[in-house]
């Protein structure tokens, strides 16, 4: 089951809960989306200044986008507006926050988890691995070359076409006649760069996983023999 859709509400009034699980002890959450089937949450979490976390990687793609403070990660530092897709066992640099920070973190196939590690795990698809300002290194576009498209005075960073479909997750911009700012807005995996990567891993990632499914099926269905008998049969073509 997907996540349930869920309209715009204010969170400001709800309390923060105690992250107290390995990776983020000393940050704070708010479930924001929560799909109860596989744990797929989106968060808005409120590091503690002083928070630090050591070389690790999560066995589910992450998304974060630091909506105010600092985040550093290795030699790098994100600042508000930043935006990182990391793919599921992609190992990131040591994390801390010398003065406090927010940012929406997005776990898209299973419930928070981490693993301390600086190896990334062999699967990996490190080259998804995304990181950009959204502020300052995408352009914005109105909702006129699209369709259906946003309501009117909405603005957003230009996506790339993937050749294949992929949901995507965009800033929207309402102008003053909306008498809204500009917010984050999620609606699945960003991919501003490497399209041509993303699209080739994503049919790479279809193919396991149809074939996943087909072993299931059979294992269902009962059409499933043992290693003897599968020897057996394939004894003619095993002769040296």
Known sequence: MARPHIEPYVELNDPFRKFDIAGFKGSHYKVLSLDTD?????????????????????YSDVEIFVINGEIRVGK?????????????GMALDALSVPQGAEALVMFNDSEPNFEESRDSHGLALKEAFNSLNTYEDLPWMGNTLVN????????RPEPVHETVAVPGSCLRCLTRQERLSCCPVRTGALETRKFQTMSR?????????????RGEMA??????VTHAEAKARLARWLKP
């Not at 259906?148 to 603005?155: I, K, L, M, R, S």
Request: a positive charge; glycine letters at 14%.
């Open 201 to 213: 891993l994503l049919q790479q990632r279809m193919a396991v996983l149809e074939g996943i499914a």
């Open 148 to 155: 259906p498209a946003t309501a009117p005075g909405n603005w």
């Open 76 to 88: 790098d530092s994100w600042r508000e507006g930043h935006y990182a897709y990391v793919p599921a």
């Open 38 to 58: 596989t744990g797929a949450c989106t968060l808005k979490v409120r590091f503690d200044g002083g928070y630090k976390r050591k070389p690790g990687l999560s």
């Open 219 to 224: 294992v269902v269905e009962g059409r499933v």
